[in-house]
Structure formats: C-alpha cells, structure tokens
C-alpha cells in the first residue's frame, strides 16, 4: 500500500513537530516536507508535490487560504487541508469559495485529523460539523476578506500601525478597511465591530 504523502505548513515548530509525529504514526500516512510560512511552503510542495498539505490559517508571510490557492496554482494534484485555532465561518466560507477540501480546528483529535487527511487525499470534503453548522447559520458576510482580516487584527485591541504590519498594509489603506467595515456592520468604532463581526462568525 502507498502511503499519503504530506507536506506540513505551520509557523509553531512545537505544534508543527506533534503533528508529524502524531500523523507518521499512521501506517497509510507519510510526512515528505515542514515549512513555517507561505512562500517555503508553497516551494516545497511545488518541489514534493504531495497529495495533501496541512496548512495553518495564520501564518508570517500571509494566511492559509492565500497559500492553499497558491498551491493550487503550483501542484494541482495536491489538495488542502486548513487545521486552525481561528476555525470560524468567515474563514471556512472562504476556504469553500477557493476549493479547499478540508477545514478543522487545532482542538481536532489525532484519529479524526488521519481520518480528515484520507478523507481529503480522496477529493472528499473533510469539515467540522459544528464550525459547519455555525456557518449555516452565521449569514453572509457583509465584509470582503481584507476588512475581515484587518479587523481581526484589530481584536486585541492593536493600533493602526501595529495592524498594518501585520497586515502588511499601507497604515492609511488600513485606516480605510477599518472605516469601512464598521459602517458595513454599523458599528460606532473598530472595538465594537470586532464585537459584531465576531458574534456573527464574520472574523
């Protein structure tokens, strides 16, 4: 039997390292690559083309989804899997809209995050039924994806400079999405979109 080959995309050595060690346990499950941000990652599966890559949403040089089209682009064999602690229906909804096949939080058991990288490597939707369901229920969001991502970078209360470096934004370009998003969600501040948008699975 040939094993799954995959390619681990995580900024966190700690937890990145677990997940190897977890998943090569699996007889049929094989890690081939690690990287810790977007543009190694998408190299090595580019160079390695495995059949699965286990990508983090949050990562130095950009996020999850940006990598997963980016490796769609490089090694169209190889499908994607989203682990996260940011598992919220925005981000899923997202995923989804870009033909990732698998979405689940970091909370994920060994056994089901084997059982969601076979389930994907087979070109079958692996995603947690509760962010699942919240998302059926959360509605469309009002945001587009960069006023969602600057407003979650707000959320811990960051300035507009600490933001754009985050975002890797002009500060003025982050002024605006701020701007925007809170008359979108009608909110009278960033602090109180943040609120809103989270309560409603936006961010």
Same mark, same amino acid.
């Given at each position: 039997?040939?094993?799954?080959?995959?390619?681990?995309?995580?900024?966190?050595?700690?937890?990145?390292?677990? !997940?190897?060690?977890?998943? @090569?346990?699996?007889?049929?499950? +094989?890690? *081939?690559?690690? %990287?810790?941000?977007?543009?190694?990652?998408? @190299? !090595?599966?580019?160079?390695?083309?495995? +059949?699965?890559?286990?990508?983090?949403?949050?990562?130095?040089?950009?996020?999850?989804?940006?990598?997963?089209?980016?490796?769609?682009?490089?090694?169209?064999? =190889?499908?994607?899997?989203?682990?996260?602690?940011?598992?919220?229906?925005?981000? !899923?909804?997202?995923?989804?809209?870009?033909?990732?096949?698998?979405? $689940?939080?970091? =909370?994920?058991?060994?056994? +089901?995050?084997?059982?969601? /990288?076979?389930?994907?490597?087979?070109?079958?939707?692996?995603?947690?039924?509760?962010?699942?369901?919240? =998302?059926?229920?959360?509605?469309?969001?009002?945001?587009?994806?960069?006023?969602?991502?600057? !407003?979650?970078?707000?959320?811990?209360?960051?300035? /507009?400079?600490?933001?754009?470096?985050?975002?890797? $934004?002009?500060?003025?370009?982050?002024?605006?999405?701020?701007?925007?998003?809170?008359?979108?969600?009608?909110?009278?501040?960033?602090?109180? %979109?943040?609120? *809103?948008?989270?309560?409603?699975?936006?961010?």
């Amino acid at each position: 039997m040939t094993a799954t080959r995959i390619v681990l995309i995580d900024d966190e050595h700690l937890i990145r390292s677990a !997940l190897a060690t977890m998943l @090569d346990l699996e007889d049929d499950l +094989e890690i *081939i690559g690690q %990287a810790g941000d977007v543009a190694s990652g998408v @190299d !090595l599966v580019r160079d390695l083309a495995p +059949e699965v890559a286990v990508v983090d949403l949050q990562l130095p040089d950009g996020d999850g989804l940006e990598a997963c089209a980016r490796i769609a682009r490089a090694a169209a064999g =190889t499908r994607c899997l989203i682990l996260t602690s940011h598992a919220r229906p925005g981000y !899923l909804k997202r995923a989804l809209a870009q033909g990732v096949l698998g979405f $689940l939080p970091k =909370t994920t058991s060994a056994a +089901e995050l084997a059982a969601a /990288v076979r389930t994907v490597a087979a070109g079958r939707r692996a995603i947690d039924p509760e962010l699942a369901a919240e =998302t059926i229920s959360s509605g469309d969001s009002p945001l587009t994806p960069r006023e969602a991502d600057v !407003l979650e970078y707000a959320a811990d209360g960051a300035g /507009v400079a600490q933001i754009a470096r985050r975002a890797h $934004l002009a500060e003025g370009t982050v002024r605006n999405y701020l701007s925007s998003a809170q008359a979108k969600v009608g909110a009278a501040n960033r602090h109180e %979109a943040v609120t *809103i948008a989270r309560r409603h699975g936006w961010i």
